[in-house]
């Protein structure tokens, strides 16, 4: 059975490793609207966009919102 310490430094290691994802998710998820708006800004449809990703347009202008 594992020992304090090892159990300890496994908590810490779960820990950081959620807020690691967390911050790299946000900033995927800000990277990605904001290259849908520019896409759309350059005369691309949502559905244009939409195509281009696999998503349905709706999804994309919910993206493209913040939602």
């Known amino acids: 059975m594992p020992n304090d310490a090892e159990r300890k430094a496994a908590r810490k290691e779960v820990r950081a490793a959620q807020k690691q994802f967390e911050r790299e998710r946000k900033d995927s998820q800000r990277a990605r609207r904001e290259a849908f708006a520019k896409a ?28």
């Not at 949502?46 to 990703?53: D, K, Q, S």
Request: no cysteine.
């Open 40 to 67: 759309q800004k350059a005369g691309l449809s949502l559905r244009e966009i939409a195509e281009e990703v696999g998503l349905h347009h709706s999804s994309v202008a919910g993206i493209i919102e913040g939602k």
